[in-house]
């Protein structure tokens, strides 16, 4: 699997952002995908996690009610709508995907054995 997260830039506080993440082959259907971030000097952060049918999401809770984790099994695309993005939110996003037939919650790193290249959201105070 081959992830592609695409969408970042900068906005002002209080803007939004789409990311998107687009998968490459036949699974993505079938597996959990999750958005994480990682600001400078930190650890990689988790964002938000979607099931394979969308029947569960899951977010931290500093970005409860402002994000929107979604996805679209026919595009092979999972999205993250950011609104109400604060300064704190900067940081570079990676999209994840976990193997076909792993049962997790999808709030850890080591829950993903696939990662996209990340892309850099920065707000501006």
């Known amino acids: 699997v081959q992830l592609q997260a695409s969408g970042g830039g900068l906005v002002q506080a209080g803007g939004s952002l789409r990311l998107s993440c687009a998968a490459s082959?036949?699974?993505?259907?079938?597996?959990?995908m999750g958005w994480f971030r990682q600001a400078p000097g930190k650890e990689r952060q988790f964002v938000a996690t979607i099931s394979w049918n969308s029947g569960n999401t899951y977010y931290v809770d500093s970005v409860k009610g402002r994000f929107t984790i979604s996805r679209d099994n026919t595009r092979n695309t999972v999205y993250l709508q950011m609104n109400s993005l604060k300064p704190e939110d900067t940081a570079v996003y990676y999209c994840?995907?976990?193997?076909?037939?792993?049962?997790?919650?999808?709030?850890?790193?080591?829950?993903?054995?696939?990662w996209g290249q990340g892309t850099l959201v920065t707000v501006s105070s």
């Open positions: 994840a995907a976990t193997r076909p037939g792993t049962f997790t919650i999808g709030n850890r790193v080591y829950d993903y054995d696939y």
């Open positions: 082959g036949r699974t993505f259907s079938s597996v959990r």
